[in-house]
């Protein structure tokens, strides 16, 4: 049975660019949705960086089901729990512990965790992980380290965030172990 991981690749197919939303105030996240889908994003990060994130994300999830949106900045078994209470659909996190990845091989909902190294992937892979988040993409080598993984390691993909902008956006996917990337770019646009 393929792991849960692997899921993730399924339900985020077709996805190149995944908005990651910051919400400073529960009255801007629909409509803020709204002209993310308008532009033609189908999938959507809401981080539990501030009081209004799980909020965000039932709100999002009821009004709107046919987007798919994650909850990000998920560093504990509660955010995770409370993350699918909300209606995430996918969950990420800026590394991983022991305590998610527990939380994560309980949950039926799946888990892109985050790497900075190529030990820290292969671990994961050991443990049946194929999708991972570069973070902080840029701080770590971004397009140079993740160039130099294709060849020993191409069975893994990589969904960089972290100092990614509109120009380098394609460049990150232009490789072929990148499935998305991941920016907030066009929230503010």
């Known amino acids: 049975m393929a792991h849960k991981n692997v899921d993730l690749g399924r339900l985020l197919k077709g996805t190149s660019i995944i908005p990651?939303?910051?919400?400073?105030?529960?009255?801007?996240?629909?409509?803020?949705?709204?002209?993310?889908?308008?532009?033609?994003?189908?999938?959507?990060?809401?981080?539990?960086?501030?009081?209004?994130?799980?909020?965000?994300?039932?709100?999002?999830?009821?009004?709107?089901?046919?987007?798919?949106?994650?909850?990000?900045?998920?560093?504990n078994k509660g955010q995770y729990e409370a993350a699918i209470a909300a209606g995430a659909q996918f969950i990420v996190s800026p590394g991983h512990t022991d305590a998610l990845i527990e939380e994560a091989e309980q949950s039926e909902v799946p888990f892109l965790p985050g790497v900075a190294t190529p030990s820290e992937a292969m671990k994961l892979y050991d443990k049946g992980y194929e999708y991972f988040k570069l973070f902080p993409a840029e701080a770590v080598g971004g397009l140079k380290l993740l160039?130099?993984?294709?060849?020993?390691?191409?069975?893994?993909?990589?969904?960089?965030?972290?100092?990614?902008?509109?120009?380098?956006?394609?460049?990150?996917?232009?490789?072929?172990?990148?499935?998305?990337?991941?920016?907030?770019?066009?929230v503010t646009s």
Do not use: H
């Not at 501030?50 to 994650?70: H, K, N, Q, R, Y």
């Open 20 to 75: 990651v939303i910051v919400i400073k105030e529960m009255g801007e996240a629909l409509p803020l949705a709204r002209k993310l889908v308008a532009k033609g994003y189908k999938t959507l990060e809401i981080t539990l960086r501030t009081e209004f994130g799980l909020m965000a994300i039932m709100e999002i999830a009821e009004a709107m089901p046919d987007v798919i949106v994650g909850a990000g900045t998920v560093i």
């Open 147 to 186: 160039k130099s993984m294709i060849s020993p390691l191409p069975q893994l993909k990589f969904c960089p965030t972290g100092g990614i902008n509109e120009k380098s956006a394609s460049d990150y996917l232009a490789l072929s172990n990148v499935f998305c990337v991941g920016g907030s770019w066009m």
